[in-house]
Nanobody
Framework: QVQLQESGPGLVKPSQTLSLTCTVS?????????WSWIRQSSGKGLEWIGY???????IYSPSLKSRTSISRDTSKNQFFLQLSSVTPEDTAVYYC???????????WGQGTQVTVSS
């Protein structure tokens, strides 16, 4: 059974960089899939942030592209999110997922709350 677990600081100060890690288990060939980051702010719907493909290429949401970086370490079955210059509007539950875009996700992590506050 595929399991995803997000980890990282729950509190980030404004203007700093949010960094999260997703660790994948139960998947023998994670490099064969596309992996996404998605978030949900309180009272709002899911917002797709971006994904990393089987070749390591990345695609980002146009609204977040200038601040987003997604990378991976296939030897550790991990992929990463960095979101720079955060503001309180970046406060959300952040999810990692297998699959591109919200509608095509096959597996979800449980999500991790990140609050941007001084």
């Amino acid at each position: 059974q595929v399991q995803l677990q997000e980890s990282g600081p729950g509190l980030v100060k404004p203007s700093q960089t949010l960094s999260l890690t997703c660790t994948v288990s139960g998947d023998s060939k994670p490099s064969h899939y596309t992996w996404s980051w998605i978030r949900q702010s309180s009272g709002k719907g899911l917002e797709w942030i971006g994904y990393i493909t089987t070749s390591g290429s990345t695609i980002y949401s146009p609204s977040l592209k200038s601040r987003t970086s997604i990378s991976r370490d296939t030897s550790k079955n991990q992929f990463f999110l960095q979101l720079s210059s955060v503001t309180p509007e970046d406060t959300a539950v952040y999810y990692c997922a297998r699959g591109p875009y919200t509608d095509f996700v096959q597996y979800w992590g449980q999500g991790t709350q990140v609050t941007v506050s001084s």
